[in-house]
Each structure stands twice: as C-alpha cells, then as structure tokens.
C-alpha cells in the first residue's frame, strides 16, 4: 500500500464484516452482514467497495460473475495506522503528549496503568 488514506465510517462498517470473514467475500455476503438499519442498495455497498479498493484496504478476485474481496491488511495493522495518524494530528507525534492529555482528564483507570507498564517492561 503506497500512501495510506483514511477511510469514511461507512467504508469502516464495510471493512468490519470483510475482517470478520474467513477468506474472500462478496459483495452479496456484505450486505447480508450489515446491520438492519443500514440498509443500503448493492449499487452502495459497491461503491464503498471500490473506494476501499482505490485506497489499497481491499482487493478483488473475479470468480466467475462475481467479485471476492479480501483485506489487503489485518484490522489490527489498520488500527496501528489510525492510532498513529492520531497521535500524529492532535499531539504533534508526540506519544507522552497522548498519555498526558488521558492522565489529565482522568481517562486512565489503574487496569489500564498497569497494562500499560507490563507492556513497556517487554
């Protein structure tokens, strides 16, 4: 993946049922996992589809007539690259600038505090 671009809720909910599927999905398999109220038509779903194909998230295999997509990155890497995108936008890059903003406002239970300095001891 060259540059890597951000993608919309709507293409997140898409990419949330392509992460849960074990191997390749179609686009009928998609719209059969989404939510009832999003109820969107196959043109939609498709759209979504080839946005997240232009971004390099997914890639497509044409069986047959239809498209099977698969994630070009686990949702955990694609999770590492919004963090890191977040830290870099609202704290300058800064990582102890994160930490500061959640001890200020009392985000960090002691749970997380000490999971936080098992995984720093590692």
């Known amino acids: 993946m060259s540059k890597w671009q951000r993608i919309s809720e709507a293409e997140k909910q898409i990419m949330e049922i392509v992460w849960s599927h074990d191997g390749p999905i179609t686009t009928a398999e998609i719209i059969k996992g989404l939510p009832e109220d999003k109820a969107w038509k196959q043109n939609t779903v498709i759209t979504f589809l080839a946005r997240l194909m232009e971004k390099g998230i997914i890639k497509a295999t044409r069986v047959g007539k239809a498209n ?52 720093l001891k590692e």
């Open 68 to 119: 099977h997509y698969e994630a070009c990155l686990t949702e955990k890497e694609y999770r590492n690259l919004e963090t890191r995108q977040f830290i870099q936008d609202v704290h300058r890059g800064s990582v102890s600038g994160l930490i500061s903003a959640l001890c200020d406002n009392g985000d960090l239970k002691k749970e997380d505090i000490e999971e936080i300095m098992k995984r």
